[in-house]
């Protein structure tokens, strides 16, 4: 059974950064399309980034694109979530997210496996 495990959340300032990460055991990491979502309180849970299985090409949200990377390193079965120039309105509960042989989706209906999440809060 594949198991995720978020980390790395906290508490940070406005401008701040922080780097989630996601280690991945009970499956072979290269063969799965990983992805981050978020879940604000009385919000659904939106898409944040997501990197194919190859590694070939990763796709952001536009509410983080350009402050955020998405990277993996299949040898420790770690993703991560590297997040700059943190806002208030990123403030929510981060979900890694899996899918075998992922190609990029954006959907979270396409994930078969999913961590606990790990709360990121931003004050301003």
């Known amino acids: 059974q594949v198991q995720l495990v978020e980390s790395g959340g906290g508490l940070v300032q406005a401008g701040g950064s922080l780097r989630l990460s996601c280690v991945v055991s009970g499956g072979t990491l290269s063969n799965y399309g990983m992805a981050w979502f978020r879940q604000a309180p009385g919000k659904e849970r939106e898409f944040v980034a997501t990197i194919t299985w190859s590694s070939s090409t990763t796709y952001y949200a536009t509410s983080v694109k350009g402050r955020s990377t998405i990277s993996r390193d299949n040898a420790k079965n770690t993703v991560y979530l590297q997040m700059n120039s943190l806002k208030p309105e990123d403030t929510a509960v981060y979900y890694c997210?899996?899918?075998?042989w992922g190609a990029g989706s954006t959907t979270s209906q396409r994930y078969d496996y999913w961590g606990q999440g790990t709360q990121v809060t931003v004050s301003s």
């Open positions: 997210a899996a899918e075998m």
